[in-house]
C-alpha cells in the first residue's frame, strides 16, 4: 500500500488515471473523507489522474488523538505534494474538503494551478455552527444509524432519497469507516474555521460549487458568515460561484454528471490558458456574469 510521511503523521494515498495527465489533489469532507469522491471518480479519470489520500485522522492514515483545523489540513496537503515529488497541482475539495481547498488555494498558490471547492464556505454563521455542535453531540448520543440518518436528510434532497431508498446503509458504511474521534474533530474545526483573512491572498482560479438548496453549506450565509458568494465578489478576478440548481448539499452524489462536467470544464479552460492563468479566468468570469 502506498503511504507518504508528511510531518509526524503518515497518509495513505492513491494514484489512479491516465499517467500522462494534469493531477488533480482531492480533499475530502468531514463524515466521509476521501470516499467523497466515489460517484465522479470514473467522470473525472476521463480527462486526469486522481491524487486521492486520506487525511490525518481518516481511513488508513495515522490517526493521532489531537485537534485538527482547516489550514492544517491544507498544510498537509502541500506536504504530501512535496513527499511525491509534485511541483503544481489541481486541486478539488467537497463539502469540508471545499473548505481545505480554499485554504490551500490562498496558502499556496505557487502549488496551485487552479481550484474547486465544492459545497465550502469560508467562515460558519450562527445557523451551521449550531448544525455541526449538534452533529457532535449527536455523534456521541445515538445509534451510528441513527446519526447518519439524521445527516443524510440534511444532505440530500426529500426526492432523491425517494429514488434511492438505499442511500441511508451507504452513508452508514462509509462514515463508519472513520473514526469517531475525528468527525467530533472534523466539527470543530469547522465551528472555528475563519478564512476569511486568507481570501485577499487568492490569486490563482478558484471555481466554488454549491446546491442552491443546502442547508448546509449554502451560497448565501447570515451576516455572522463568509459565504461562497462573499469569496467570489471579494476576488472577481480569481473566483466565481457556480450553483445548481434545485439540490441540497452532495452536488457530486445527486448530480455526479453535471458535475463533472462543470468541474473539468472549468479545470480544462484554465489548462488552456496555462502558465497565464489568471488571463483566461478574467474572460470566463467576464462570460459568466
Known sequence: ??????????????????EDKPVILQF???????????MVNDGMRENFRLLS???????????????????????EGAGLLDALGLDRVLTHGTSMGGMIAIAFTAKYPERTIASCADCGMARCDTYRRVMFRNWRQQCEALPLDDFCAL???????AAFIEEHPDVFDNVTRIVSANSP???RQACLAMEAMDLEPLIGDIRRPLLMTNGSRDIMTPPDLAP???????IAERVPDWARLHEFPDIGHADLLEVPDEAVRVVTAFFQEILQGEP???GVYKDLHAAAA
Not at 1 to 18: I, K, N, Q, S, W
Not at 28 to 38: I, V
Not at 151 to 157: K, Y
Open 151 to 157: 445527516l443524510t436528510i440534511q444532505a440530500v434532497g
Open 28 to 38: 475530502g469532507g468531514s463524515l466521509f473523507g476521501r470516499q467523497n469522491f466515489d
Open 53 to 75: 489520500f486520506d487525511a490525518s485522522g481518516y481511513g488508513r492514515s495515522t490517526q493521532p488523538l489531537t485537534s485538527y483545523s482547516i489550514e492544517n489540513w491544507a498544510d
Open 181 to 183: 474521534y475525528t468527525v
Open 276 to 278: 497565464d492563468g489568471a
Open 224 to 230: 455572522s458568515g463568509y459565504s461562497a458568494r462573499q
Open 1 to 18: 500500500m502506498p503511504f507518504a510521511d508528511v510531518g509526524d503523521v503518515r497518509l495513505y494515498y492513491e494514484f489512479t488515471g491516465p
